[in-house]
Structures are given as C-alpha cells and as structure tokens.
C-alpha cells in the first residue's frame, strides 16, 4: 500500500478518534498504563546505575584510591571494582615444605609490618587517611537505647566528599562531637544540638552537630566520630558494653597521592600481593583487559561460569518475563473490543470506501490507523506520565531504594524501546477487528445488515492445537525441558491463551445450543449472541483476558501461601507471649527484669510466667562476639546425613548430589522452633507446658529426676540422648579445613511425642546442667495466656520495650498469617471491574445493533421492559462465557510458573517436605467460583438497572 493512502488512512482514524473521545480515552489509558510503568522502572534502574565516575566518588570520595587490608600474610586476587567480586587466600592456607608455611616474600613482609608503614612503603608520597568502621554499640536516645555503627573518620577534611556527605549542620571539630545519620535522628527521637553517649561512655557525651550521609545506604543508624574519639574508649568487655565486637588497629584508609600520579593496575596486582584490597580511581576510569586480570583467570580455571544459570533461565527473570509479556498480551485482548465498537460503528463509512474503489488493504489500514494513532498516543502519554513521575517522586524513590541515585537518567534508545512497545500493543488490539472488517460485505454495510457466516472449523482446530501446544511446552518447559525457561513459559503460555481466543467463536456456537433450555429474555440474548459473533468474540476474549491474569495471579498467590504456611516455623504454642534478650544493648540479658515488667504492665492476664535459662559451654558470648563454643543435640551416628556429617568435606559434589537424591536419612526435615533460645535449654514443667504445650506431669517429673525432654525421637537411642560440646573456634589464622574439636556427652532422655516442629531441641534442668559442668544464663521468658493478647497490648508492650533499647526479641504466637488474602480479595475485584468494562462495551454495541428486533419486538405488543431484560442477558452472557474461558486459561501460566520455582529451589540433602512444599499448586476455588458465578450475575444486574426501559420505534429498512 503506498504512503499516501496510509497517511489518508491515519487523518481518518485522527478523526474518529476525535469523535468517540470516550472510547479513545479507554484505548489510550490501557495502552498509557504499562507504558507509565515500564518507563518509570526504567528510569529508576537506569539512574541507581551508576557510572564510573559516580562509582569512583561514591566508594573513595575525592582521594585516589580506597585501600583495605582483610589478613595480613594473605594473597588477595580481585576483579577491577573489588565491589563485584574478588577471591582471598589467606596465610593459613599457604602450601606447607617441610612442614613449614612457603611464605612468598611479599607474604612475609605483610606478616612483619604493620598494615599502615606496609602501604606507605609501597606508595611513595602517600597520604593515608584513616577510615574504621566499629562495632554496633547501644546509644542513648530521647527515651531509652538504640543500637548504632559507629564510624571514625574526619569529615571535614573535603578527601571525604561523595563518599561522606555534610546535608544539615557541620562536620565534628572537636573529640567530643558527632555527625549522625538522618535514620538515627529518626528513630532516636533527638535533634542537632541535643547529646548522646554508648553504653559505657555515659560520662562523655557527645554532641550531635550535624547529619552526615552515605549514598549507598540511608537507610543505617551511624554515628561519625573523629579519629580515635570513641571506638578506643570503648570498654573491652563487649558483654556489659553490649557491642559485638571492636576492631583493633586501622586496616582501611583513603589514599591522597602528589598531583599528577596515580594507581594503575600492575600497582593494584602488586598490592594485592601483600595482601591488600584496592579500589583506584585510575582502574575504575579506565579498566583494564580480561586478559590482564588474575582473577578472571583464576575463576576460569575454577569453572566458576560453567555453573551458572543463564540470564534467561533464572527464576526470577523467567517470572517477570512471564508476568510482563502476559499483561501486554491481556491490554491486546481487553483493548480489541474498543476497536471492534470503533470498526462497527463506522460500518457505513468503511462501505463506503469499499464501494467507491477502495480494496480491502485500505479498509484494513483505516482501522489499523485507529491503532497506530491510539497506541502512539497511549505510549507518548505513559512515556510523559513515567518520567514525570520518577522526577517529581525522585526523593522518595532514593528513599525508598535506600540510596541516592547517581543522576537522572534518560536512555533515548530504551525510551523508544518502550513507545515501540505502546505503538505495537495498540496495533495489534486493532489487527482483529481490521481483517473482519475488510472482509465484510459492501451490501451488507451499506444497509446495516449482517452477513452471517458459520464459524471456522480450521480456525478452531488451530486454537485447539495451539491451546494444548502451548500448555504443554510452558509446563514441561518451565523444568529446563525446551531450551530458555523464559522464552518456554511465556511462548507457551501466550500460544494457549491466543489459541483460547481462536476457539472463542467456535465455543460461543456451543453455548448457543443451551438456549433452548432458557426463558425467552436469556434465550435472545444467547441467540444474539451466537448470531454476531464478530462482535460477541472480542468482547469474550476481553473478559476472558481479565478474568485469566486474575485466575493465574490467584492460583500463583494461593499455591505460594500454602507453601510459606507449611514452611512455618512456630515460636511457640498458639497465644504464647515471648520475650528474648535478643542483640546489641539487651543482648547480655542484664536488662530481662526490667523487659519483663514491661510485658506484664502492657499485657492483662498473661499468667504464668515460665523463665528461659540457655545451656552454655563455656561462658555466655553472645554480646561479647568471642567464642565459646556451643551445646547441641547431636543424632546418633548411624541416623546422621553423611552430607551433614563430620565427613562431609571428603565428599565431592557428586556425592553430594546423589546422597541426596537417594539417602533417605538426608531426606528428614530437622527444624527448631523459631526462637533464639538455643537447642539445649534449661527450665522446669512451667516451661514444658507455655513453650511446648506439654502438660504431661511424667515430662515434669522426667526433668526434675536428671533427664532430657526430647521431642524428635531420632534424636534418642536406647533411652539417651548425646549432647556434643563443641570447642570454640582459635582466634587469628587457621586452616580452610579446620574444625573445632568436639566430645560428646550421654544423658538420660524421654521423648514426647506429638510436637511438630521442634526438631532436636532439648529441656534438661539446672541441676543437670551444673552435673554435666556447663553453664547456663537468663534467656528470656515464655507466657500461656488461656486467650490470644489484643492487638492493643501488643503494641503497649512493643512500645515500652522500645524506651527501653531495640534489638529486643519479642513476639505472640498467632499462627501463620497469610498475606495472600488481600491480595487475592482485590485482584478478583480488579478483574471483576475490567470484565464488566468489556462487557459493557460489548452490550452497548449489542444495545445498538438490536435495536431493530427491539423495534419488532415492540410492535408485536412486548412489554417495555423486554429492552432492559434484554440488555442484562446480554452482558451476562458475555461476562458468563469469558469467565468460563479465562478460569481455564488462567491456570497455564500459574502452574507453570510454581514448577519453575520449585525447580530452581532444589538443593543437595531437600527433605520431603519442602520438596513437596516447593512444587505445591492451590487452586482458589472459592475466589474462582466468586468470579465464575457472581461476576455474570453482576454483569445482569448491572446492565439491566442502567439500561432505559423505552423503546423508540424505528422505521424498519429494506
């Protein structure tokens, strides 16, 4: 077809356009939607992406390089941007001559010098600027403690800006003043000017004179010092600090070279040698060749690529691609009756062109002009509205993300990529109504009537085809079968819906043939229906269209909640009131009494309380970060999972993979409640009954004589239970092989039966622990309350337990909560609402074309309200047969993308259960039975209360 007819052909559909504003309004807004969405995600990620000069400023501000050091003696080999990837060999793991570490030299230095004389040694002229990032440490804040980072670096010295970044008030000038974050000022409840003191340090408090910010993370509580001003006063003892660890000496600096030099990459390989980290501007800027990189080397000959997943068959891609090319596909079925109405309505003027020399091209091309002018619109209109909106929400959106973008970012080619998108989706709504459009009768056009024509059975045979076709390659490949996962699920499932759509006027036929069961009102309608199947199909494959993507959203969300709620892990029993020291400032338990009496003030009728005590080794570390070491219960050896096993490091993956394919020992699920009071705990028959609904007096008694209550009975063999105390681990270097030596100890044990998921835990009594020579410390507490605590005294405890310190444990047994619910709830409305639209459009068009049989059937005497009845059915039988359609076509895509999860979740050793979690598909049946049953039924009612009950008698033509 030439040019000049297209652009003849694009002013007329300009102009229809213009025409029916209502209906052009509903086209562009289905095609400005996804558009608005895709755009806007593209900006997002485009703009996160820093480029390498943003990365340069955001990891070493204005210096020259970033300099770290992980172990002195190590070998270190690192990719250009150490913040991809990069492999350490430490000092421990040096091949042995006669037994004796083979030290390179560069090794040895390392080991000999002091990190900070090293690089300046091998960076004449040097400026190191020191950087240490302590521990978490509790600080005080308006109403009790928080738990903060504490960095040390001097940030006034402008080396710092990109990196650090002053955005209110200044820097600390003085030892005894502090930036902080923005995240601390909002939870801490303090203002610039105001004071806060760690824990340990509240003699010296320190002033808070600005809010400083990292880019990369706005979301951490930090707490800048200067050098030397707070992480050396810290007290030693991390277990009445309640810190974690401290960090001894400086091993990260900023380095500052004379003008004009730099750190290029053969200085990079050479630092690597001594055992340092380092990230150049010079090397970022201008990376140097794969070829020249050890480490690209060094994961070749490991075969580290040869195991990945490819890009396109990775779970999550293969679940977006899905999702994104069946919503495309669903706004193509719901946007053609838009065109079908557009088409039908200019019936006459499309006859006309026909019958004033116009071929069947050019009728064509009017109404696919209807879909290039509407979808360009639709996209430019998304396109406009996303970049907008990420401009106008930019601030919220680093927020969100949790880091600052590194400038906003508008990628032309991608930008066309996605109007492209918009023009091709309204293109391809307005394809179908544009062939049967050029395929009308001219006659039949020009006098309002339609030419009736069976439906196709090669085009049914097709669908048929094309619907099993692709049911079966998106569900045999969504397991690896067909190549590209992503390219299998999602042309699979598309084929099945497309061929869904070609049955679609061959299955209305079919539902013709029950209207002679009906009343006259739904056997009109069902017989208009089947008679016009050109408009009756679109409107169909719409509802459908809706009606599917809420089925297969349902089906995915139903089938994913059930595997998350047999995954549960219970903290407790039903209504049980938890509290646990948890980390950071309560994490050594001196604060418990005063937690307690806050729980028992906020929370009526919660009574008995049974208190916690944890079996240690050697002394309680938590707080401290040291170790020392752990008690456990162990399986006896014969029942072990070789995988699991001591001798596991002997087993090469093929092993590995075939014990867990085939020893059933490695197919046994071993959970422990999902609380931290560690796997051997101490307490009495209190404790029994709230934390493990035990009410047995024998279990009581049994505790109270020397014994274990155990409840997995793997666990017990001839009566006993084995307790393995495990050495904890040396500090400095040790071998990549070494494992802390451990014993085991027997103990009398009874097993209780009828606890699901407790796994090996054990409950001995305190007696028994100070006979086996361990220790034990107050943990926490567990509650029974006879009724489930309101949501009200939850929140008055959470709150009092906040004034007091954060990283306090605390949590009431309400069960698995699903979170699909709601979402299921609303994804059916939001379908019901887009199949009514269909179907009301499609009733319109209906209302219109009967109106002469309406006439006739005035005439004959009918009584006015046959137009509204009439018009019910219409709709009703529209929503009523694409419900039906889509409740099957919705559960291709679903199914298919549960087998794609469940086999990229298989790991060596999976126990039955999760396997059989994993692969789980629930079908919704009520929300399916709401949608398939209530939603036409709303469709009748609907219609018929908004159609006029009056018929306007028309002259009858021909």
Same mark, same amino acid.
């Given at each position: 077809m030439k040019l000049s007819s297209w652009r003849v052909a694009l002013r007329i559909a300009r102009r229809d356009a213009l025409r029916a504003k209502g209906r052009s309004a509903l086209v562009v807004a289905m095609v400005a939607l996804p558009v608005l969405g895709v755009a806007g995600a593209d900006v997002v990620f485009r703009s996160a992406d820093l480029d390498p000069g943003e990365k340069v400023v955001r990891a070493m501000g204005r210096?020259? %390089?970033?300099?770290?050091?992980?172990?002195?003696?190590?070998?270190?080999?690192?990719?250009?941007?150490?913040?991809?990837?990069?492999?350490?060999?430490?000092?421990?793991?040096?091949?042995?001559?006669?037994?004796?570490?083979?030290?390179?030299?560069?090794?040895?230095?390392?080991?000999?010098?002091?990190?900070?004389?090293?690089?300046?040694?091998?960076?004449?002229?040097?400026?190191?600027?020191?950087?240490?990032?302590?521990?978490?440490?509790?600080?005080?804040?308006?109403?009790?403690?928080?738990?903060?980072?504490?960095?040390?670096?001097?940030?006034?010295?402008?080396?710092?800006?990109?990196?650090?970044?002053?955005?209110?008030?200044?820097?600390?000038?003085?030892?005894?003043?502090?930036?902080?974050?923005?995240?601390?000022?909002?939870?801490?409840?303090?203002?610039?000017?105001?004071?806060?003191? +760690?824990?340990?340090?509240?003699?010296?408090?320190?002033?808070?004179?600005?809010?400083?910010?990292?880019?990369?993370?706005?979301?951490?509580?930090?707490?800048?010092?200067?050098?030397?001003?707070?992480?050396?006063?810290?007290?030693?003892?991390?277990?009445? %600090?309640?810190?974690?660890?401290?960090?001894?000496?400086?091993?990260? =600096?900023l380095v500052k070279l004379p003008a004009g030099a730099d750190i290029d990459w053969p200085k990079v390989v050479e630092l690597n040698k001594y055992g340092f980290v380092a990230t150049s501007r010079a090397v970022l800027l201008d990376p140097p060749a794969r070829s020249e990189v050890p480490f690209y080397a060094y994961q070749d000959s490991q075969g580290s690529s040869s195991g990945r997943t490819a890009f396109f068959d990775r779970t999550a891609v293969v679940v977006l691609g899905t999702v994104v090319g069946m919503a495309l596909l669903e706004i193509v079925l719901l946007a053609g009756p838009a065109f079908a109405v557009g088409a039908r309505r200019s019936r006459r003027q499309l006859g006309l062109l026909a019958a004033g020399g116009g071929d069947r091209a050019q009728v064509r091309a009017v109404v696919l002009g209807g879909g290039v002018v509407l979808g360009l619109t639709g996209a430019v209109v998304g396109l406009a509205g996303g970049?907008?909106?990420?401009?106008?929400?930019?601030?919220?959106?680093?927020?969100?993300?949790?880091?600052?973008?590194?400038?906003?970012?508008?990628?032309?080619?991608?930008?066309?990529?996605?109007?492209?998108?918009?023009?091709?989706?309204?293109?391809?709504?307005?394809?179908?109504? %544009?062939?049967?459009?050029?395929?009308?009768?001219?006659?039949?056009?020009?006098?309002?009537?339609?030419?009736?024509?069976?439906?196709?059975?090669?085009?049914?045979?097709?669908?048929?085809?094309?619907?099993?076709?692709?049911?079966?390659?998106?569900?045999?490949?969504?397991?690896?079968?067909?190549?590209?996962?992503?390219?299998?699920?999602?042309?699979?499932?598309?084929?099945?819906?497309?061929?869904?759509?070609?049955?679609?006027?061959?299955?209305?036929?079919?539902?013709?043939?029950?209207?002679? =069961?009906?009343?006259?009102?739904?056997?009109?309608?069902?017989?208009?229906?089947?008679?016009?199947?050109?408009?009756?199909? +679109?409107?169909?494959?719409a509802v459908m269209a809706a009606v599917a993507g809420s089925v297969a959203v349902g089906v995915y969300v139903a089938s994913s909640d059930e595997e998350h709620r047999r995954e549960y892990v219970a903290a407790g029993p039903a209504n049980a009131v938890i509290l646990a020291s948890g980390w950071g400032a309560a994490s050594d338990g001196s604060m418990l009494s005063q937690q307690r009496g806050a729980v028992q003030n906020s929370v009526p009728g919660l009574g008995v309380r049974a208190d916690v005590q944890r079996v240690n080794y050697l002394?309680?570390?938590? %707080?401290?970060?040291?170790?020392?070491?752990?008690?456990?219960?162990?399986?006896?050896?014969?029942?072990?999972?070789?995988? =699991?096993?001591?001798?596991?490091?002997?087993?090469?993956?093929?092993?590995?993979?075939?014990?867990?394919?085939?020893?059933?020992?490695?197919?046994?699920?071993?959970?422990?409640?999902?609380?931290?009071?560690?796997?051997?705990?101490?307490?009495?028959?209190?404790?029994?009954?709230?934390?493990?609904?035990?009410?047995?007096?024998?279990?009581?008694?049994?505790?109270?004589a020397g014994k274990a209550v155990v409840f997995d009975e793997r666990y017990v063999k001839d009566g006993k239970v084995a307790l393995e105390?495990?050495?904890?681990?040396?500090?400095?270097?040790?071998?990549?092989?070494?494992?802390?030596?451990?014993?085991?100890?027997?103990?009398?044990?009874?097993?209780?039966?009828?606890?699901?998921?407790?796994?090996?835990?054990?409950?001995?009594?305190?007696?028994?622990?100070?006979?086996?020579?361990?220790?034990?410390?107050?943990?926490?507490?567990? =509650?029974?309350?006879?009724?489930?605590?309101?949501?009200?005294?939850?929140?008055?405890?959470?709150?009092?337990?906040?004034?007091?310190?954060?990283?306090?444990?605390?949590?009431?047994e309400r069960g698995y909560r699903s979170p699909g619910d709601l979402i299921s709830l609303g994804l059916t409305a939001f379908a019901g609402l887009v199949a009514l639209g269909a179907a009301g459009i499609a009733t319109g068009l209906a209302a219109a074309d009967s109106q002469r049989d309406l006439t006739t059937l005035a005439a004959v005497g009918a009584a006015p309200r046959i137009r509204r009845t009439l018009s019910g059915f219409q709709c009703g039988v529209i929503a009523a047969m694409g419900a039906l359609l889509g409740a099957v076509a919705g559960i291709v895509p679903a199914v298919a993308l549960r087998k794609v999860e469940a086999a990229g979740a298989v790991y060596p050793g999976m126990s039955v259960q999760e396997e059989t979690a994993r692969g789980i598909v629930v079908f919704p049946w009520l929300n399916i039975g709401v949608t398939v049953v209530v939603l036409p039924l709303l469709a009748v009612a609907l219609a018929a209360l908004l159609t006029r009950s009056r018929i306007s008698l028309l002259r009858r033509s021909g």
């Open positions: 210096s020259a %390089a970033e300099l770290r050091i992980l172990d002195r003696g190590a070998v270190v080999l690192q990719a250009p941007d150490p913040a991809e990837d990069f492999h350490i060999t430490d000092a421990s793991e040096t091949k042995k001559e006669n037994g004796q570490p083979a030290y390179t030299p560069e090794q040895r230095l390392s080991l000999d010098t002091e990190p900070a004389d090293l690089a300046r040694r091998l960076l004449p002229g040097a400026t190191l600027v020191p950087f240490r990032e302590g521990p978490y440490t509790a600080t005080s804040t308006a109403e009790g403690l928080t738990n903060v980072r504490i960095t040390e670096a001097d940030l006034a010295d402008p080396v710092w800006r990109g990196r650090y970044d002053i955005v209110k008030g200044r820097a600390p000038s003085a030892d005894h003043e502090v930036a902080v974050s923005q995240e601390f000022l909002n939870t801490s409840g303090l203002r610039i000017g105001d004071r806060t003191a +760690p824990r340990g340090l509240e003699a010296t408090p320190f002033t808070i004179t600005g809010v400083a910010e990292y880019p990369g993370d706005l979301r951490g509580a930090v707490l800048y010092a200067r050098p030397g001003a707070v992480l050396d006063k810290l007290p030693s003892n991390g277990a009445r %600090a309640g810190v974690t660890s401290v960090s001894e000496g400086v091993s990260h =600096w970049i907008g909106l990420v401009a106008l929400l930019r601030t919220r959106a680093e927020e969100s993300a949790g880091q600052r973008f590194g400038h906003f970012d508008l990628q032309p080619l991608d930008l066309l990529g996605i109007l492209l998108i918009g023009l091709v989706t309204g293109l391809l709504a307005a394809v179908v109504p %544009a062939v049967q459009a050029s395929r009308q009768d001219v006659v039949a056009a020009l006098t309002g009537r339609d030419n009736l024509k069976p439906p196709s059975r090669k085009l049914a045979l097709l669908g048929l085809l094309m619907l099993g076709g692709g049911s079966a390659l998106a569900l045999l490949g969504a397991t690896g079968g067909f190549g590209s996962r992503s390219l299998a699920v999602l042309g699979g499932s598309a084929i099945a819906e497309l061929g869904m759509v070609a049955l679609t006027p061959y299955l209305v036929g079919l539902f013709g043939r029950i209207g002679r =069961w009906l009343p006259l009102g739904p056997r009109l309608a069902l017989r208009d229906s089947v008679r016009h199947r050109g408009r009756t199909a +679109p409107a169909v494959a002394g309680d570390c938590r %707080a401290s970060g040291q170790s020392c070491g752990r008690v456990s219960t162990v399986l006896p050896e014969e029942r072990q999972c070789p995988i =699991w096993g001591k001798g596991r490091r002997s087993l090469n993956q093929e092993d590995i993979a075939r014990l867990g394919r085939e020893d059933p020992r490695c197919k046994e699920r071993a959970i422990t409640r999902g609380n931290s009071f560690g796997a051997v705990q101490s307490g009495d028959a209190t404790l029994l009954r709230n934390l493990y609904s035990v009410t047995d007096p024998a279990a009581g008694q049994a505790v109270a105390l495990t050495e904890p681990y040396p500090d400095g270097p040790m071998d990549a092989d070494f494992e802390p030596a451990s014993r085991t100890v027997t103990l009398d044990a009874v097993f209780v039966g009828g606890q699901s998921n407790v796994g090996g835990t054990a409950v001995v009594s305190a007696e028994t622990v100070h006979r086996l020579g361990l220790t034990s410390s107050d943990a926490g507490s567990v =509650w029974l309350p006879d009724t489930a605590p309101t949501d009200g005294a939850e929140q008055r405890a959470r709150a009092a337990l906040a004034k007091l310190s954060d990283g306090i444990e605390f949590d009431i």
